[in-house]
């Protein structure tokens, strides 16, 4: 066979369907014929799936290798199958192509994409492609499918980075991979900026080793940062970068409420929408209801199903803790267009083609304009459909952020994502890894790894650390034969000692670290409806009830992990908690929010949504004044509780927590005082018990300082030991330091943060120089503080003009900041009682009509449920009343 001929199947299949290649697809296939790797950047429902699959057809369809065809008795007499499968084995294509997803459900998805493409071009006379095949290996594969594959792998395996860990893993797994020709990671900017991508670049670093000639290709459709992203998966090897401009109808509206409340706070909208969400699904076919967090999910889900119960088996749930049934049923429901709605978190964030889906809603802030963007291109999924996303505001303040995300998206502003620098943790356990597939001799790994764009600047010293970490644990663990994972043999060969040692190992790959969870299972029946966080399960007791999978449950008993329920005729129920990221504001979307802040400020109220709030604008503006990107706005205000302080930086909330305990510090440390804090994505508050001259003292946050000295007022201004340690039980977790036990005996979560606090207290007093502790701060500052994008505020802040204004009563942006810090000390009834009185007195003086104390207490419990339990408050993060006295840190401080 020759590529021509896979070619013109190719043209005789598109043709059928009416199809014409796009450049940017013909590009791809170039390229890949040449034996080029590269990054492919297009957009969402463009065709980038058949440009990689096709490309790689093509290339590798006519490959004829010596040996390729193995005689019928040689294949029999070798594994042990019947006669039949021997005969298949001998004419079927090798492993050929790893196709790496970061979910399941685009696993699966991607899997039948796949076989579809190879399934209509076999009969239009590619020959020789009758001999490939697409497997699928993710956790949600059964024992069976593991088996088959154990005796021979598709020509096509459509993966995850951990299962592919695992296969590293094994003691063949030279012999098993080193046909592999080419690696396509699915969705790259998912993975580029966390330690699943780090796990994919070392992965990728040990496949060229065994086959120089491999070719890597990555996908995306938002990614701010191309480069960098291509850097990071190809190394200094370089590659091609493709871009598909394809014309794509996108619409980005906002669902308006009929009137925007002027003294908003978190969620306070809240199921108030429900009517106007109710109404857009009733107008469209189908609809995919995007929320942040689990939490969320479960309750607009509950609501969905009460308001419409008609829509019963027609409207559905879908998220990470599901049951692989039912996540499997919903996502053919969607396939096949039998569902009107489905609400979903990041589940089904990604290249799911779901055909039928002609509407997207994103309840509350996307957060970010690649998200909304990823979540948009899941409604009209294909080449020359329109997408239309719809964001659902939670509070009044979000439908700003509407029109700006609109803005950033036309003008091309996405995110970047920053890949991890140097994560010892996923080294140490990449070492064990290859230790156990066939070994390593340390100085060729090293030139291994460093080929990994994460570790290209990794010293001898933090290898050879790594080295005597995965031998003897660390200098302060050597006495412990559980953690000698990895000693040379007398040919100097690294090889994991113990089968033992290595079962833990294997059970245990992979970096996504979450809470200890419990299987739900119905009493009596033993049907299993997924699993949930035990944190949360453990402040039940038996009657108590809790919403999961859209089910009122009443929970029965608990025993060994599993919590037994069965359903509740009524009640209350509790929302389960999951842990979620805390995700900012990203800098895009803050900025875009600001210059729609700014047009208003102008008095250009010409979209929409600068409309629709355009009452709680001019109050705002009336009463203080509008950011802009030119001016820092700070407000000041005199109460009962005391001197308030509210600053408007618009940088996230993470920036804006580590800005509220710089100021805080560096004011404590001229005159000790007592502050509440309390932080939303728009700005922060600082109240203060005494009087302060709030006036003066608010330079103090951008004096000049360097790094150093920044770095060392933000950590002294937090608890940063106890930050640290939260960071530390991750890392813990992932380099093998913590066991979380064999399948049906996990470890409860109380168990493994004794664990791990142990190990942390035991390094800190015995091994202060431990890398895994440097490491921990090092993440405390990049992702939990986000010191550089501190920094860069703190810059920026520095340029612009103070607008100071002194208050006579709150102002609609700092009304929410106010209630996150009393409706945390309150019941919601007295919180409830508190907000209306605000509200009736600032709607008076405004001349306006105050919400009752029902609305508000209504909305409150709302806000509380669908935020706080997730473990993700939208919109505040209020600190306990504490003294800011200056301290010495308790230990040395890392440099930036």
């Given at each position: 066979m020759t590529v021509p001929t896979v070619r013109s199947a190719i043209d005789t299949w598109f043709a059928s369907r009416g199809w014409k290649p796009f450049l940017f697809q013909k590009q791809v296939w170039a390229a890949v014929a040449r034996g080029e790797s590269g990054l492919l950047h297009a957009t969402t429902g463009a065709g980038k799936t058949y440009a990689v699959w096709l490309g790689a057809l093509l290339a590798l369809g006519a490959m004829k290798p010596a040996g390729r065809r193995r005689a019928k008795k040689d294949i029999a007499a070798t594994m042990p199958i019947a006669p039949e499968a021997a005969a298949r084995a001998a004419t079927s294509e090798p492993l050929r192509v790893l196709w790496?997803?970061?979910?399941?459900?685009?696993?699966?998805?991607?899997?039948?994409?796949?076989?579809?493409?190879?399934?209509?071009?076999?009969?239009?006379?590619?020959?020789?492609?009758?001999?490939?095949?697409?497997?699928?290996?993710?956790?949600?594969?059964?024992?069976?499918?593991?088996?088959?594959?154990?005796?021979?792998?598709?020509?096509?395996?459509?993966?995850?980075?951990?299962?592919?860990?695992?296969?590293?893993?094994?003691?063949?797994?030279?012999?098993?991979?080193?046909?592999?020709?080419?690696?396509?990671?699915?969705?790259?900017?998912?993975?580029?900026?966390?330690?699943?991508?780090?796990?994919?670049?070392?992965?990728?670093?040990?496949?060229?080793?065994?086959?120089?000639?491999?070719?890597?290709?990555?996908?995306?459709?938002?990614?701010?940062?191309?480069?960098?992203?291509?850097?990071?998966?190809?190394?200094?090897?370089?590659?091609?970068?493709?871009?598909?401009?394809?014309?794509?109808?996108?619409?980005?509206?906002?669902?308006?409420?009929?009137?925007?409340?002027?003294?908003?706070?978190?969620?306070?909208?809240?199921?108030?929408?429900?009517?106007?969400?109710?109404?857009?699904?009733?107008?469209?076919?189908?609809?995919?209801?995007?929320?942040?967090?689990?939490?969320?999910?479960?309750?607009?889900?509950?609501?969905?199903?009460?308001?419409?119960?008609?829509?019963?088996?027609?409207?559905?749930?879908?998220?990470?803790?599901?049951?692989?049934?039912?996540?499997?049923?919903?996502?053919?429901?969607?396939?096949?267009?039998?569902?009107?709605?489905?609400?979903?978190?990041?589940?089904?964030?990604?290249?799911?083609?779901?055909?039928?889906?002609?509407?997207?809603?994103?309840?509350?802030?996307?957060?970010?304009?690649?998200?909304?963007?990823?979540?948009?291109?899941?409604?009209?999924?294909?080449?020359?459909?329109?997408?239309?996303?719809?964001?659902?505001?939670?509070?009044?303040?979000?439908?700003?952020?509407?029109?700006?995300?609109?803005?950033?998206?036309?003008?091309?502003?996405?995110?970047?994502?920053r890949p991890p620098h140097q994560p010892l943790?996923?080294?140490?356990?990449?070492?064990?890894?290859?230790?156990?597939?066939?070994?390593?001799?340390?100085?060729?790994?090293?030139?291994?790894?460093?080929?990994?764009?994460?570790?290209?600047?990794?010293?001898?010293?933090?290898?050879?650390?790594?080295?005597?970490?995965?031998?003897?644990?660390?200098?302060?663990?050597?006495?412990?034969?559980?953690?000698?994972?990895?000693?040379?043999?007398?040919?100097?060969?690294?090889?994991?000692?113990?089968?033992?040692?290595?079962?833990?190992?294997?059970?245990?790959?992979?970096?996504?670290?979450?809470?200890?969870?419990?299987?739900?299972?119905?009493?009596?029946?033993?049907?299993?409806?997924?699993?949930?966080?035990?944190?949360?399960?453990?402040?039940?007791?038996?009657?108590?009830?809790?919403?999961?999978?859209?089910?009122?449950?009443?929970?029965?008993?608990?025993?060994?992990?599993?919590?037994?329920?069965?359903?509740a005729p009524a009640g209350r129920p509790s929302v389960p908690r999951w842990n979620g990221s805390r995700m900012p504001l990203s800098t895009t979307l803050a900025d875009a929010t600001v210059r729609q802040l700014a047009r208003a400020a102008d008095g250009r109220f010409d979209n929409p949504e600068l409309r629709c709030v355009r009452p709680l604008l001019e109050l705002q503006a009336r009463w203080s004044a509008l950011?802009?990107?030119?001016?820092?706005?700070?407000?000041?205000?005199?109460?009962?509780?005391?001197?308030?302080?509210?600053?408007?930086?618009?940088?996230?909330?993470?920036?804006?927590?580590?800005?509220?305990?710089?100021?805080?510090?560096?004011?404590?440390?001229?005159?000790?005082?007592?502050?509440?804090?309390?932080?939303?994505?728009?700005?922060f508050e600082l109240l203060s018990a005494t009087p302060r001259d709030w006036a003066g003292l608010l330079p103090r946050l951008t004096a000049d300082a360097d790094d150093e000295a920044l770095l060392h007022d933000v950590l002294a201004g937090l608890n940063a030991s106890e930050m640290a340690l939260r960071r530390f039980r991750e890392i813990a977790r992932v380099s093998g330091l913590i066991f979380q036990g064999y399948p049906g005996e996990k470890r409860s979560q109380k168990q493994l943060q004794a664990s791990s606090s142990l190990f942390y207290e035991v390094f800190r007093k015995y091994d202060p120089g431990n890398r895994l502790l440097q490491q921990a701060e090092q993440e405390l500052l990049a992702q939990e503080l986000e010191l550089n994008r501190l920094a860069q505020s703190i810059e920026r802040m520095r340029t612009q003009t103070l607008v100071l204004r002194e208050l006579e009563r709150p102002t609609p942006f700092s009304f929410p900041l106010m209630v996150e810090l009393f409706r945390e000390k309150l019941s919601n009834e007295n919180v409830a009682d508190r907000i209306a009185r605000m509200v009736q007195q600032l709607e008076a003086a405004a001349g306006g009509t105050p919400a009752s104390a029902t609305d508000v207490r209504d909305a409150l419990a709302f806000s509380r449920e669908a935020t706080s339990a997730s473990g993700v408050p939208s919109n505040g993060s209020p600190k306990p009343v504490r003294e800011r006295r200056a301290r010495k840190p308790s230990r040395p401080l890392p440099r930036l």
């Open positions: 790496l997803t970061p979910m399941r459900a685009l696993a699966a998805d991607t899997a039948r994409a796949l076989q579809q493409a190879l399934d209509a071009l076999g009969p239009t006379g590619a020959g020789n492609l009758s001999g490939w095949d697409v497997g699928l290996r993710t956790g949600d594969s059964s024992s069976a499918e593991r088996a088959a594959q154990g005796k021979r792998l598709p020509s096509v395996l459509v993966t995850t980075p951990e299962s592919l860990s695992l296969m590293l893993a094994r003691a063949d797994a030279r012999e098993l991979l080193r046909t592999v020709q080419m690696v396509v990671a699915d969705e790259w900017h998912e993975l580029l900026g966390n330690k699943r991508g780090v796990q994919v670049q070392l992965a990728l670093a040990r496949l060229r080793r065994w086959n120089p000639a491999l070719r890597a290709w990555g996908m995306s459709a938002t990614l701010g940062n191309l480069d960098e992203a291509m850097h990071t998966l190809l190394g200094h090897r370089g590659g091609t970068l493709v871009q598909g401009k394809v014309h794509k109808d996108l619409r980005v509206d906002t669902l308006l409420p009929p009137a925007a409340d002027r003294f908003p706070w978190a969620g306070h909208l809240g199921l108030a929408m429900l009517p106007h969400v109710v109404q857009e699904i009733a107008n469209s076919s189908t609809t995919l209801v995007f929320t942040n967090t689990r939490s969320q999910a479960e309750i607009w889900y509950q609501a969905l199903v009460e308001a419409r119960p008609d829509w019963a088996g027609s409207v559905a749930l879908h998220h990470g803790s599901l049951d692989r049934g039912v996540r499997e049923w919903v996502e053919a429901g969607l396939k096949e267009g039998s569902l009107r709605a489905v609400v979903c978190t990041s589940s089904l964030d990604l290249g799911v083609d779901f055909l039928p889906v002609e509407r997207v809603l994103q309840i509350g802030s996307p957060k970010g304009v690649a998200r909304l963007l990823q979540r948009a291109g899941r409604s009209g999924h294909a080449p020359g459909r329109a997408s239309r996303v719809t964001m659902v505001p939670t509070h009044s303040i979000e439908i700003v952020e509407g029109a700006a995300a609109r803005e950033a998206i036309a003008a091309g502003h996405i995110e970047a994502r943790d996923v080294l140490v356990q990449h070492l064990v890894t290859i230790a156990l597939g066939g070994g390593f001799v340390p100085d060729d790994l090293y030139a291994e790894v460093r080929s990994a764009a994460s570790y290209e600047n990794l010293t001898p010293d933090a290898w050879q650390w790594c080295l005597d970490f995965v031998r003897q644990g660390g200098a302060s663990l050597a006495a412990y034969p559980d953690y000698h994972r990895v000693v040379p043999d007398a040919e100097g060969v690294w090889r994991v000692p113990d089968v033992r040692l290595a079962r833990r190992h294997r059970m245990n790959i992979g970096t996504i670290v979450s809470d200890a969870s419990m299987s739900v299972q119905f009493w009596g029946s033993g049907g299993r409806l997924g699993s949930i966080e035990e944190s949360f399960v453990s402040r039940l007791k038996p009657g108590d009830c809790f919403l999961f999978g859209g089910r009122l449950l009443e929970l029965v008993r608990i025993h060994e992990m599993t919590a037994f329920v069965r359903r950011p802009t990107p030119g001016t820092l706005l700070a407000e000041t205000l005199k109460t009962r509780e005391g001197w308030h302080l509210f600053v408007y930086p618009f940088a996230g909330r993470h920036v804006h927590m580590g800005l509220a305990n710089l100021l805080a510090w560096r004011i404590a440390k001229e005159a000790a005082g007592t502050f509440s804090m309390s932080v939303n994505d728009y700005g």
